[in-house]
C-alpha cells in the first residue's frame, strides 16, 4: 500500500501491514513453491508434447521410407517383367544374370529372391513339363503337390536358390497363394498374398513368414505367367525402425485382420495408426513407442526449477510460461512445415521414380522451349546424356520443324509420328505425346514431352506386310486349290485357283463358309464326318473326293489339312490344298479296267452271258451303259447299264439302230450329241467300229455316259475297242484252230517225245552247273574264312609284339625290327585287301542282274563325286560329255565307271595337270563310251593281260591295288552282252583309253 511521500501511513494500512508482516515469508515461500510446482508441472508437459512431435516426426519419416522402399520393390518386379515381355521367353542364363543385377540384398531389404512361374491350364502341364525338359535338360523340372485345379503355376525360374524343393512347386494348389495368384489375374496389377511359410528360405533360417508378391505377364491379352518374389516383413522393417534414439519404435502391421508383422505394446504412451496400400492390400500400421522415447537432459528442468531461488523462480516461471506458448506455436508451425516438406518429398521421389523408370524417352522444357531435364532412356533413343541436353532447345531433338512450328500454335496434349534426330545428325520415326504442365492457378510452367523409337516397330510391320504379300503371292501361285479356315472349320480365305475352278471373281473374298456344297452328293457325308472328326480331334485331315467344276463336272481331288497352332498349342487356324488328281485317278482306272478286260478276254467268248460279263465289266468304273451288235446278229445288241433308273430307257436304243447300221465295216468312230442322248438318260456317248486290220467288221460297241464328252473317254474307248476285237477275232479262229488242233496232235505227239529228251538233257546239264556253282560258292567262303583267321593272328600278333616293345623298361625294337613289323602288317592288310577284292569277284557272276533304265549321266557324276577326296591337292581336269541311258543292273554298272574312273584317277598322279576325258559316240550300230586319260599308260603288248584276275602291269610300291578291278570290269560288260577294250600308246598323247561297248538295242531313248 502506497502513501504520498510527507505523511505517515493510514492507521488502516498500518495494521493490515503490521498483520502480514510476520507471515510473509511463509506467504511468500508458499507462493513460490506453489509457483514452481506449477511451473515443475508446465515443464513436464513441455517434455511430453517435446516427445510427442518429436514421436510423430519419426512416424512420418518412417512412413516415407516404408513407401519408398515398397515401391522401389515395385518397380524391381515390374522392370523383371518388363525386360521378360521385350525379350520373349527368356532362358535361365539370362533371367539369372538380370537378378543378380538387381543386387538385392544391398538395394531391397526383405525381398531375398525373384522368379518366374508360368500360368499352365491342367490339361497341358504333361506337355509343359515335356518342352521345359527340351529345352532345359540340364533341370529336370517335377511338378509337386498333386492338384485337381484347373491351372498349375510350378515354379519354374527362382533366383538366388536356395532350397532346392522350391523349383517345381505349384503355387496355385495352396489356397492362399492361389488366391493372390487369381487377384493378379483377374487386374493384371501387383498383388500381395496373405501370411504364409516361405519356401526358399535356408535351412538355419528361424522366421520363415512373409508374403509373397505376384505380378502378372501379359502376352497378347491373355496372363501366361507371373513374375513373383517373397517379401520377408522382418527383414524389411527392423532396416528403418529405429530412429527414436536408443529407444527404437514399436511397430505392429495388420492386413485384412492378419497379423503381418510385430505385437501392439501395452500402455504406450505415444500411440499412432495410419494405414497404407501396398499389393492391393490396405495394411494397418501402428507404430507406438514407451515412455523414455526420445528424452534428452531437458527431462531434468522440473527439479531444476524446484532448487531455484525463489524469486528467480517465479520470474522463471513466467518467462517459462511465455516461452511455452512460443514454442507450442513454433512447434505446431514446425509440425505443419515437417508435414508439408515430407508431402512434397514424396511426391518429388514419386515422380522421379515414375520419370525414370519409364522405357520411353521423358523430356521437360519451360515455357520457352529450354529443356530443364530428361530421364534416362534419353541416352538410348537420341546417344545424348540427360545433362547434355539441359538448357538447350527442345527443337534440336525434332527432324519436322514446319510440324513442331504447327504443334507450338496449337494447345495440347497432342499425339504424333514424326522425325527426330539423333546424336551425329541420324534421324528414326518417333511417336510422341505432347502435354502441357500447368500450375494450380492454371499457368503453364512448361511441356513435357514422352518420345517412343517406333524404327523397329515401323520395319516390323513392313517387314510383316512384306512377308503377307509374299505368302498371298505363294498362295496365289500355287496350282493347287488352297483354303484356310477358322479353328471351328469355317472357311476364311480361297486362293484364286478356287475361283478358276468353282467359277466366281477374285480369290481372297470369302464365297462359302465350306466346301462340302460343292463335293458330290455320293462323297459328300464322307467329307463332312472326315473334316468334322478332324476338327475336333485337332489331327491333320486327308482325303479323296470328288468337286464340282464351273461346267457342272466333277473331278477327283485329294484334299488335306493341317492343324496351325499357337504357342499355348491352341489350334489358331487351319490350312489345306486340294489337289487335282483326277487324271491320275482316271488313269489309273483306265489301267485297271484294261487288265481285268485282258484277264476276262484272255478266256474265250462262247456265249451272251461271256459278252455280257465284259460288259458290265466296262460299266462297272469307265462307262454308265455299253451295248454290243455282233455283225452276225445286229438286231439283238447285249446291252449293260451302271445304274437300273437307266434300264427305263433301254428301248429307246432303236433311235440310235441307223447309226450303227451305217458305222458297221466304215471303221471310223462316231460322237453323238447331248440331244441325241438325253432320251437315254445320258449326255455324250461313243459308237466305235469293231473292224479288223483287213477291214472285216466283227460289230459295234456304243459306250454312253452321264458326263460331258472327254478327249480321253475316247483314248480309253479305242482301246477297249481293240482288245475287244482281238479277243472277238480269238472267237472267230478258235474254230479253225479247233479244226488244225487234230492234226497238230499228231505232230505234237513226235515232238513231245524229242523236247523230252532235250528237256531231261538241258536238266542234267543244269545240274551240273548248280553243282558247280555251289562248290564255288562254298570254295568261296572257305577261302574268305581259312585265310582270314592266319591274317587276324599275324596281325593280333604283330600289334602285340610292337605293344610289348614300347612298354616301359621294355628292350625295345631295332629300327630294322620296326620295320619288319610294319612290312608284316602292310603285307597282312594287303592281303586282307586281296581276299574281299576275290570274294566280289566270283559275286559278280553270280548276282542277279535287274533290267532297268540306268543314266550314265547320273552314274559318272555320282562317281566323280565319290572321288573328291583323291583329288585334294591335285589339278584335275574332267571333261564329261552327254551319256546315253542304257539298260542294265544299275549297281553293277555303277561298279563298271567306277573302277575305270578310279584307274584314271590313280595313274595320272605323277603328271602335274591330270586330264580325264569322258564321252560317247555310235558306231557301227554300237554305243561306245570311252574314258581317256594322260597318265602313264601302259606296254601295249601285255594289254591282254590287263583284264585277268591278279594281272598287273605296274610294280606295288608305284601304284597301289589288286589287279582285280578290270577282270571285274570285264565279267559285268559280258553279263550285260557288250564288250570292253583297252589302248595304250595314242597317237593324240600319252595315256590310256578305256572303251566299253553296249549294243544299241539295248539303249533307251
Given at each position: ?10 492507521r488502516?494500512?498500518r ?31 513441455l ?17 516415407r ?13 515390374n522392370?523383371?517383367?518388363?525386360m521378360?515381355q ?9 533371367f ?11 538395394r ?6 525373384v522368379?518366374?512361374?508360368p500360368?499352365?491350364?491342367?490339361e ?25 485345379q ?8 527362382i ?10 512347386y ?5 489356397p ?18 496373405g ?17 509373397l ?15 513373383y518374389?517373397?517379401l ?13 534414439g536408443?529407444?527404437?519404435?514399436s ?28 499389393a492391393?492390400q ?9 515412455a ?7 527431462a ?8 531455484a ?10 518467462a ?11 512447434e ?10 515430407a508431402?512434397?518429398e ?18 521437360f ?14 541416352e ?6 540427360p ?37 551425329g ?34 520395319r516390323?510391320a ?33 486362293n484364286q ?22 463335293v ?22 486327308e ?23 499357337g504357342t ?20 489309273e ?7 481285268d ?25 469307265y462307262?454308265?451303259?455299253?451295248a454290243l ?10 446291252v449293260?447299264v ?5 434300264l ?10 441307223p447309226?450303227?447300221q ?17 432320251p ?15 477291214g472285216?467288221?466283227?460289230?459295234v ?5 452321264q ?17 475287244l ?22 505232230l ?26 555251289r562248290e ?6 572257305s ?12 596281325t593280333?600278333?604283330?600289334?602285340l ?20 613289323l610294319?612290312i ?8 586282307n ?18 533290267q532297268v ?18 583329288q ?6 574332267w571333261?564329261?560329255g552327254?551319256l546315253?541311258?542304257?539298260?542294265g543292273d ?8 567306277s573302277?575305270?574312273?578310279?584307274n ?16 560317247a ?48 570290269v ?33 539303249v533307251?531313248?
Open positions: 500500500m502506497n502513501t504520498p511521500p510527507g505523511q505517515p501511513p493510514r488502516g494500512a495494521l493490515l501491514h503490521l498483520l502480514l508482516l510476520p507471515a510473509a515469508p511463509v506467504y511468500v515461500l508458499t507462493l513460490v513453491l506453489l509457483l514452481t510446482a506449477v511451473l515443475a508441472a508446465v515443464v513436464a508437459r517434455v511430453h508434447e517435446q516427445q510427442q512431435t518429436r514421436f510423430e516426426r519419426e512416424v512420418v519419416a518412417y512412413e521410407e516404408l513407401n519408398q522402399r515398397l515401391a522401389s520393390i515395385s518397380d524391381a518386379l522392370a523383371t517383367r518388363s521378360w521385350a525379350s520373349g521367353p527368356v532362358s535361365r542364363p539370362t539369372e544374370a538380370f537378378v543378380a543385377g538387381l543386387n538385392l540384398p544391398q531391397y531389404p526383405g525381398l531375398s529372391s522368379g518366374y512361374a500360368l499352365v491350364p491342367a497341358q502341364k504333361d506337355a509343359f513339363v515335356r518342352r521345359q525338359q527340351a529345352s532345359d535338360p540340364a533341370h529336370p523340372l517335377q511338378l509337386h503337390p498333386a492338384s485337381i484347373p491351372y498349375v503355376v510350378p515354379v519354374v525360374y533366383t538366388p536358390s536356395v532350397n532346392a524343393a522350391t523349383r517345381g505349384d503355387m496355385y494348389s495352396e492362399v497363394r492361389r488366391a493372390a495368384l487369381e487377384q493378379a489375374r483377374i487386374t493384371r496389377q501387383l498383388r500381395a498374398s501370411r504364409v511359410t516361405l519356401m526358399n528360405m535356408a535351412a538355419g533360417e528361424q522366421d520363415r513368414r512373409g508374403l508378391l505376384y505380378l502378372p505377364i501379359v502376352d497378347r491379352g491373355t496372363v501366361s505367367g507371373y513374375i518374389a517373397p520377408q516383413l522382418t527383414h524389411l522393417l527392423p532396416t528403418i525402425i529405429g530412429r527414436g536408443t529407444t527404437p519404435l511397430l505392429h502391421v495388420q492386413a485384412n485382420g492378419q497379423n503381418l508383422y510385430g505385437e501392439p505394446l501395452p500402455n504406450a504412451p505415444f500411440r499412432l495408426t495410419d494405414q497404407l496400400t501396398f492391393g490396405v495394411w494397418d500400421l501402428t507404430l507406438s513407442a514407451p523414455g522415447f526420445g528424452r534428452d537432459e531437458a531434468n528442468t522440473p527439479w531444476l526449477v524446484l532448487l531461488g525463489f524469486t528467480v523462480a517465479l520470474l522463471a516461471a513466467m517459462n510460461q511465455s516461452q511455452v506458448r512460443a514454442r507450442q506455436q513454433a505446431e508451425v514446425n509440425g505443419r512445415l515437417v508435414a508439408s516438406r508431402e512434397l514424396r511426391s518429388r521421389a514419386e515422380f522421379e521414380a515414375v520419370f525414370r523408370s519409364m522405357q520411353d524417352t521423358a523430356v522444357a519451360d515455357p520457352s522451349g529450354q529443356v530443364l531435364f530428361a530421364n534416362d532412356a534419353l538410348r533413343s537420341f546417344g545424348l546424356r545433362h547434355e541436353i539441359r538448357g538447350a532447345p527442345l527443337a534440336g531433338l525434332h527432324g519436322d520443324d514446319a510440324l513442331l512450328a504447327q504443334l507450338d500454335r496449337q494447345p495440347g496434349p497432342h499425339t504424333v509420328t514424326t522425325l527426330f534426330r539423333r546424336r545428325g541420324q534421324t528414326f520415326y518417333g511417336e510422341m505425346q505432347r502435354n502441357p504442365v500447368l500450375s494450380e492457378r492454371g499457368d503453364l510452367l512448361g511441356q513435357l514431352e514422352v518420345i517412343r523409337d517406333i524404327s523397329e516397330r515401323r516390323s513392313q517387314a510383316l506386310r512384306d512377308s503377307e504379300q509374299r505368302y498371298r503371292g505363294v498362295l496365289e501361285s500355287m496350282p493347287q486349290i488352297v483354303w484356310l479356315t477358322d479353328a471351328q472349320g469355317v472357311i476364311t480365305l480361297l485357283r478356287w475361283a478358276d475352278y468353282v467359277g466366281g471373281e477374285g480369290s481372297g473374298e470369302q464365297r462359302t463358309r465350306s466346301l462340302a456344297p460343292y458330290h452328293p455320293a462323297d459328300r457325308e464322307r467329307f463332312q464326318d472326315t473334316w468334322r472328326t478332324a476338327v475336333q480331334s485337332e489331327t491333320p485331315f482325303l479323296e473326293h470328288r468337286l464340282r467344276s464351273a461346267s457342272g463336272d466333277y473331278r477327283t481331288f485329294v484334299s488335306r489339312g493341317l492343324p496351325v497352332r499355348q498349342g491352341r489350334v489358331l487356324e487351319w490350312v489345306g490344298t486340294s489337289t487335282d488328281i483326277d487324271d491320275q485317278v482316271y488313269s482306272m483306265a489301267s485297271r479296267l484294261l487288265a478286260l485282258g484277264q476276262a478276254l484272255s478266256v474265250r467268248l462262247t456265249d451272251e452271258a461271256d459278252l455280257r460279263r465284259v460288259l458290265t465289266l466296262l460299266t462297272s468304273t462307262a454308265d451303259a455299253a451288235w455282233l455283225a452276225e446278229n445286229m438286231h439283238e445288241p447285249v449293260q451302271r445304274d437300273a433308273q437307266l427305263e430307257r433301254v428301248p429307246a436304243l432303236s433311235r440310235i439302230g447309226f450303227v451305217q458305222q458297221l465295216g466304215t471303221g471310223t468312230v462316231q460322237r453323238f450329241r447331248r440331244e441325241q442322248m438325253e437315254l438318260g445320258l449326255l455324250s456317248g461313243l459308237l466305235l467300229p469293231l473292224t479288223l486290220q483287213g472285216d467288221s466283227l460289230g460297241l456304243a459306250l454312253g455316259f458326263h460331258a464328252e472327254r478327249a480321253r473317254d475316247l483314248e480309253v474307248g479305242q482301246e477297249l475297242a481293240s482288245r476285237v482281238t479277243a472277238l477275232e480269238n472267237r472267230r479262229l478258235y474254230a479253225s484252230a479247233e479244226q488244225a488242233r487234230a492234226s497238230v496232235q499228231e505234237n505227239a513226235t515232238l513231245e517225245e524229242r523236247v523230252r529228251q532235250r528237256t531231261d538233257e538241258l536238266s542234267s546239264r543244269s545240274a551240273e552247273l548248280g553243282a558247280a556253282n564255288l560258292e562254298a570254295f568261296s567262303y577261302v574268305s574264312h581259312d585265310l582270314r583267321t592266319p591274317l587276324r593272328h599275324i593280333g600278333f604283330a600289334d609284339l610292337r605293344k610289348e616293345s614300347e612298354q616301359p623298361g621294355g628292350a625295345g625294337l631295332s629300327a630294322k625290327a620296326q620295320r619288319y610294319n608284316i602288317n602292310e603285307s597282312a592288310a594287303r592281303m585287301v586281296l581276299i574281299d577284292d576275290l570274294l566280289e569277284f566270283s559275286r559278280t557272276s553270280r548276282a542277279e542282274m535287274r533304265p540306268v543314266e550314265l549321266d547320273s552314274v559318272v557324276a555320282m562317281v566323280v563325286r565319290e572321288l573328291a577326296p583323291d585334294q591337292d591335285r589339278k584335275v581336269e571333261h564329261i552327254p546315253p541311258t542304257v539298260m544299275p549297281a553293277l554298272i555303277r561298279q563298271v565307271y573302277n575305270l574312273l578310279s584314271a584317277l590313280k595313274y595320272t598322279r605323277p603328271r602335274e595337270r591330270a586330264v580325264i576325258e569322258v564321252g559316240h555310235t558306231e557301227s550300230g554300237e554305243t561306245i563310251v570311252s574314258i581317256r586319260d594322260n597318265g602313264v599308260g601302259f606296254d601295249p603288248q601285255y594289254v591282254d593281260k590287263l583284264f585277268g584276275v591278279f594281272q598287273r602291269l605296274h610294280r606295288a610300291d608305284e601304284f597301289e591295288g589288286t589287279g582285280i578291278g578290270l577282270a571285274n570285264r565279267r559285268i560288260v559280258a553279263r550285260h552282252g557288250g564288250r570292253v577294250w583297252a589302248e595304250s600308246d595314242l597317237p593324240d598323247g600319252p595315256g590310256a583309253r578305256f572303251s566299253v561297248v553296249l549294243p544299241l538295242a539295248q533307251m531313248a
